[in-house]
Nanobody, 119 residues
């Protein structure tokens, strides 16, 4: 069955770093665009960063550009989110998302991992 399993979340001080990982199984990872979303308490889920299935083109939310880096390893069926210079406003549950790059565009979500930035 399809699984997206996030890991790497935790508590970090402002200015610190974390690396999130999302391990995929049950589908052909290389055919899927991968993204990270986040949802803070009382707020809507928002796109943080995405990476295409081919070419590895990336896009970022304005609020994280220059601080976060998304990457993927198709050999390991894993997508990463390197988060540097973390701020309290980055506190949220971070979700991994997969969308097939051609129709039908199946979509899958992970269960989420908590990131808390606090002193």
């Amino acid at each position: 069955q399809v699984q997206l399993v996030e890991s790497g979340g935790g508590l970090v001080q402002p200015g610190g770093s974390l690396r999130l990982s999302c391990a995929a199984s049950g589908f052909t990872f290389s055919n899927y665009a991968m993204s990270w979303y986040r949802q803070a308490p009382g707020k809507e889920r928002e796109l943080v960063a995405g990476i295409t299935s081919v070419g590895g083109y990336t896009n970022y939310a304005a609020s994280v550009k220059g601080r976060f880096t998304i990457s993927r390893d198709n050999a390991k069926n894993t997508v990463y989110l390197q988060m540097n210079s973390l701020k309290p406003e980055d506190t949220a549950v971070y979700y991994c998302n997969a969308v097939r790059s051609y129709p039908p565009q199946y979509q899958y979500w992970g269960q989420g991992t908590q990131v808390t930035v606090s002193s």
